[in-house]
């Protein structure tokens, strides 16, 4: 599975984006997708993820501000985001998450910055 994540941008606290992960390679609906995003220490804090039968789960963190979906029809996940907060501010990456543990199945991500 190959992504491409966009949607990224700067943000007041309080503000809301959308992410999306298209798929460029692979149907990402037969797999767990995640989103995730880079912590302090150089690892991947998962934030939301979806089961290809789509059960979701959250980080603490984010839970009751955070949406992850998907759309099938578009090979597209997506990660709402409500209520951002400045330790939001970080670089948000999607995956599938049977190939996290392979450093060269990460994409490029997108920043995203809550700053007012």
């Known amino acids: 599975v190959q992504v491409v994540e966009s949607g990224g941008g700067l943000v007041q606290p309080g503000g809301s984006l959308r992410l999306s992960c298209v798929g460029s390679?692979?149907?990402?609906?037969?797999?767990?997708m995640a989103w995730y995003r880079e912590a302090p220490g150089n690892y991947y804090e998962l934030v939301a993820g979806?089961?290809?039968?789509?059960?979701?789960r959250y980080a603490d963190s984010v839970k009751g501000r955070f949406t992850i979906s998907r759309d099938s029809a578009k090979n597209t996940v997506y990660l709402q985001m409500n209520s951002l907060k400045p330790e939001d501010t970080a670089v948000y990456y999607c995956?599938?998450?049977?190939?996290?543990?392979?450093?060269?199945?990460w994409g490029q991500g997108t920043q995203v910055t809550v700053s007012s």
């Open positions: 995956n599938a998450e049977y190939q996290i543990a392979d450093d060269s199945s």
């Open positions: 979806i089961t290809a039968g789509g059960v979701t």
């Open positions: 390679e692979g149907i990402l609906s037969s797999y767990a």
